[in-house]
């Protein structure tokens, strides 16, 4: 049974910093990109940020330079470094793992972790 779980929102001061973690269990999570994405209140679902097994990096514009995301294949784990965080980042963040594997798509999600930045 594939598990996907989150953790590490919480509330921040504008300026701050949270580090998301996200733990997968019951899948090969070396093989899969892993990504994520969020969810602003009204608004639709976007993808902050992906790496894949290859460790090839990719982030939304409105991110880059603040927050940082990697991995630890070792203890199967999903990490977000958010730095320099705004009012506009606050959203549900969701952790996405995909891969094709003999012709099928792989795609799980996690439950979301709320980020509420706010003074």
């Known amino acids: 049974q594939v598990q996907v779980v989150e953790s590490g929102g919480g509330l921040v001061q504008p300026g701050g910093s949270l580090r998301l973690s996200c733990a997968a269990s019951?899948?090969?999570?070396?093989?899969?990109?892993m990504a994520w994405y969020r969810q602003a209140p009204g608004k639709q679902r976007e993808l902050v940020a992906t790496?894949?097994?290859?460790?090839?990096?990719n982030y939304a514009d409105s991110v880059k330079g603040r927050f940082t995301i990697s991995r630890d294949n070792a203890k199967n784990t999903l990490y977000l470094q958010m730095n320099n965080l705004k009012p506009e980042d606050t959203a549900v963040y969701y952790c996405?793992?995909?891969?094709?594997?003999?012709?099928?798509?792989?795609?799980?999600w996690g439950q979301g972790t709320q980020v509420t930045v706010s003074s």
């Open positions: 996405n793992c995909n891969t094709r594997m003999f012709g099928m798509w792989y795609d799980y």
């Open positions: 790496i894949t097994d290859g460790d090839f990096i």
């Open positions: 019951g899948i090969i999570f070396s093989i899969y990109t």
